[in-house]
């Protein structure tokens, strides 16, 4: 009679031996802990936006340009806030008036900024004004102040400024013009005009060039063709004669305003081939994934895998060229406004303040006519800074 071996079994439940527990009376520190995610499954996790944003704040002048940026178009709302004069306001007896100094010391001793008034007698052989600084009346500066008065975007009427002359006196930072306008205050309220009109442009350019490339891009054959025709027609024609031409036909009974959009519309319909072909050499490569053709098996129109398959994939790089091409159209505007066949008066931006310094001769006696190019220099290299970090920061292989 044969026997089966029995297995002997560990007891279980309540039989089972009490396994002794380590208690640490230390309290816990989270910060001594490990951490459960280290870097590189950090970047694995990260969405693609997170990414661009890690890689573009790396790019210190990039970012400081984009702040520069930021600060500039935020406070084109406020200009009649920030300006110290109105628009179109005319100072007589200060025609041409050179740029005042702000200052703090006065005979050795500190005061809250102030500037030194001037006095002119008038040159009888130079026919000009001989401006002098009076040394012994400082005049305070006024902030957060009531001046001159205004209508706030049309809608109310206020007079609250940041900063305001001195009561008894005049103060003109960047000189006046030869109607006695003060020049900073008309840089600040052509700003609104100058800033708008790139991204304006870039909305026309934007949008034509998204449809135009996309088409191309995606459905290839004859349409590619035709489109690459016009493009290669569009981009062979000379720009600034063309910007010209295009500009001179608009009529000269115009509002301001539809002078404004039309220049505006002119410079984006001449800025979209670039864009399209970039659009085009991507949709070129991305129609071959294998999410494009699983869309299209189930039955996805072709608008809807090019608006929500395809350019959602290469949108960080239109975002790079897009910011890259709104300097282009600022320093178009300016030429033309330069030349006298964009933007006329009573509209004022940076090119229209410019216009006056077309004289060589008065730029001779006058430089400070030249101020507004200073601003123009600053916004252009903002936007080619900042375009370039974007671009680095969307390209996956940087």
Not at 262 to 274: A, C, K, R, V
Request: glycine letters at 8%; aromatic letters at 12%; hydrophobic letters at 45%.
């Amino acid at each position: 009679m044969s026997t089966t071996p029995t297995m002997a079994f560990p007891p279980t439940g309540r039989d089972a031996p009490k396994t002794p527990h380590f208690v640490d009376d230390a309290p816990f520190d989270p910060g001594a802990s490990e951490p459960t995610v280290n870097e590189d499954e950090r970047y694995l996790r990260a969405s693609a936006l997170t990414l661009i944003w890690w890689k573009f704040r790396r790019h210190r002048l990039a970012v400081i340009s984009a702040l520069v940026l930021v600060a500039l178009y935020a406070s084109l709302p406020f200009v009649e806030l920030i300006a110290p004069y109105g628009l179109t306001k005319r100072h007589g007896d200060f025609l041409y008036a050179p740029p005042q100094t702000i200052h703090i010391l006065h005979e050795g001793s500190l005061h809250r900024p102030f500037v030194y008034p001037y006095s002119f007698t008038f040159n009888e052989e130079t026919f000009t004004r001989d401006y002098k600084v009076d040394m012994s009346r400082p005049q305070p500066i006024r902030f957060f102040c009531s001046g001159e008065p205004y209508r706030f975007w049309g809608l109310f009427d206020a007079s609250f400024h940041l900063v305001c002359p001195p009561k008894d006196g005049e103060m003109f930072l960047l000189g006046t013009d030869r109607l006695g306008r003060d020049m900073f205050s008309r840089i600040i309220y052509g700003a609104r005009i100058s800033l708008t009109v790139g991204l304006v442009g870039i909305a026309v350019s934007f949008a034509l060039g998204l449809f135009f490339g996309g088409l191309a891009g995606y459905l290839g054959g004859w349409v590619d063709n035709v489109i690459q025709r016009l493009i290669e027609i569009l981009r062979s024609l000379p720009e600034l004669p063309l910007w010209l031409a295009l500009s001179a036909a608009l009529p000269a009974n115009w509002s301001p305003l539809l002078v404004f959009f039309g220049i505006t519309i002119i410079l984006g319909l001449l800025d979209w081939p670039g864009l399209a072909r970039a659009v085009r050499s991507k949709l070129l490569a991305l129609r071959e994934e294998d999410y494009v053709k699983a869309a299209e098996l189930m039955g996805a129109s072709r608008s809807r895998i090019i608006g929500r398959h395809l350019i959602p994939n290469f949108m960080s790089h239109l975002i790079a060229s897009a910011t890259l091409s709104i300097p282009s159209m600022i320093l178009g505007e300016t030429a033309l406004s330069f030349l006298g066949l964009g933007l006329r008066p009573p509209i004022t931006s940076w090119g229209v303040l410019l216009n006056e310094a077309q004289n060589l001769a008065a730029v001779n006696l006058y430089p400070w006519l030249l101020a507004p190019i200073i601003p123009v220099v600053i916004v252009v290299l903002a936007f080619n800074f900042m375009g370039d970090g974007l671009r680095d920061a969307a390209d996956p292989y940087h």
